[in-house]
């Protein structure tokens, strides 16, 4: 079965950096885009980053273009998500997702807190 499992968030102070990982199982990693997701409380969740199943192609919600990466490691199938200069609006729990064959897999999430 399909299983996506995230970790590395944690407490940071603004203007720090965090690199999330979800380590995936169940399924043919490579042939997936992966996504990252994040939902703020009280608010909807959005997207955040999204790359390919080869991982050559990449894109961002407008928040964190330019402050975050996506990558992957098809050989360790595992997605990360580089997050540079961290603000307190970036304080949400972040997941990981994929969408095999119409149906959309989760992660548990990781929460991420950006204060002083």
């Known amino acids: 079965q399909v299983q996506l499992v995230e970790s590395g968030g944690g407490l940071v102070q603004p203007g720090g950096s965090l690199r999330l990982s979800c380590a995936a199982s169940?399924?043919?990693?490579?042939?997936?885009?992966m996504s990252w997701y994040r939902q703020a409380q009280g608010k909807e969740r959005e997207l955040v980053a999204a790359?390919?199943?080869?991982?050559?192609?990449?894109r961002y919600g407008d928040s964190v273009k330019g402050r975050f990466t996506i990558s992957r490691d098809n050989a360790k199938n595992t997605v990360y998500l580089q997050m540079n200069s961290l603000k307190p609006e970036d304080t949400a729990v972040y997941y990981c997702?994929?969408?095999?064959?119409?149906?959309?897999?989760w992660g548990q999430g990781t929460q991420v807190t950006v204060s002083s």
């Open positions: 790359i390919s199943g080869p991982g050559g192609t990449t």
């Open positions: 997702k994929s969408v095999q064959n119409g149906a959309s897999y």
């Open positions: 169940g399924f043919t990693f490579s042939s997936y885009a």
